[in-house]
């Protein structure tokens, strides 16, 4: 780590580039106005808010327009639905600010959350600023779940992608308790279609990082909703978690880094394994099989055999005995 233990000012800096806030909204009519209102409500006023209309069909396109009226550092985009990385895509391509962030729309922010992290990002000159975050239930309240925490420092890009292979990575995935620069996502999108969008990209956005700030304050409230794609009946597209850690994999053997591409299987394995537990869906099941097939090969190159979950190995040793007996 280059440096660790620094603090940053609380100073409103009113002279700062212009920083892009983008918020995909859909059906979150309950939870919307707590989070326009705290993004409005930034200490630092040189920001615009891009409310991305994801085709809601409640009252959240109403509420948008309403809010645009009542504040004019508000723009609101209007689409069909696209699913969440089409709506934070759209909101990048009109965002000009020299800075971008993402809130989600049933989720809310510290006053002074953009200040922070644009103070760390100038205070060090780096490309990218990420703070820890609280969660909480539907109803606001803390949730004491077991966490990583983060320290406050400065890393190197290799540090950084370091860090996506730690326990500490689900604290460095999400793309909304962060501050980038906009020129990251020049060559970058969120992968449109897709859920766990933001396992996707971290990695490349990571790589195009010279600098890495990193704050322990929790300045972002990430709402536990009982409807999230983690509390809802397991789909197909649930294994899109298995294809962006698959795609990260790859991403560092092309890097070299052959060390992270190989503890990068341990999600991979994970994800298989946690889907034989939840689904008994048949079509679920024939492409868990086809992707089992696929990474046992390179689990037990890897050295993983006697760390592998015992479900899976299972799974592996009826699929290869089927194949060959028919």
């Known amino acids: 780590m280059i440096s660790s233990h620094k603090t940053y000012s609380l100073e409103a800096n009113y002279m700062h580039p212009l920083i892009s806030v983008i918020v995909p909204v859909y059906g979150t009519e309950k939870y919307l106005s707590k989070c326009v209102e705290s ?24 509420m948008c327009d309403d809010f645009a009226l009542k504040d004019n550092r508000i723009i609101v985009i209007h689409k069909g639905n696209g699913g969440l990385s089409n ?49 909480v239930d539907e109803r606001g309240f803390t949730l ?32 909304w308790n962060k501050l980038y620069r906009k020129r990251l996502f020049n060559e970058i999108a969120f992968p449109s279609g897709k859920i766990y969008e933001d396992v996707f990209i971290v990695h490349r ?38 294809y962006a850690y698959e795609d990260k994999r790859d991403f560092f053997m092309s890097l ?40 046992f090969p390179h689990l037990i190159k890897a050295g993983y055999l006697l760390r592998l979950g015992r479900l899976l190995l299972i799974r592996y040793l009826k699929i290869m005995n089927h194949e060959h007996y028919g």
Request: hydrophobic content about 35%.
């Open 205 to 242: 956005i990571f790589n195009e990082s010279k600098k890495i700030v990193t704050l322990s304050s929790r300045l972002y409230y990430h709402r536990h909703r009982y409807g999230s794609i983690t509390r809802s009946p397991y789909l197909l597209n649930r294994l899109d978690a298995f």
């Open 256 to 295: 070299g880094l052959k060390r992270h591409a190989r503890l990068t299987l341990r999600d991979m394995e994970s994800i298989l394994s946690h889907g034989y537990l939840c689904t008994s869906d048949s079509k679920i099941r024939k492409e868990l099989n086809k992707l089992t097939k696929e990474v």
């Open 87 to 135: 709506a934070r895509n759209a909101g990048v391509e009109v965002a000009s600010g020299e800075f971008v962030g993402f809130v989600d729309s049933d989720d809310w922010i510290h006053p002074q959350m953009y200040e922070i992290l644009y103070n760390a990002i100038n205070s060090e000159n780096a490309d990218l600023a990420v703070c820890d975050y609280e969660h």
């Open 39 to 62: 993004i409005i409500s930034q200490i630092c006023s040189n920001i615009e808010i891009i409310l991305v209309d994801d085709g809601s069909i409640d009252s959240c396109p109403q």
């Open 144 to 175: 004491n779940l077991k966490r990583n925490t983060v320290d406050n420092g400065v890393l190197s890009r290799n540090e950084g992608l370091h860090m996506l292979i730690s326990r500490k990575r689900t604290l460095f995935t999400p793309a």
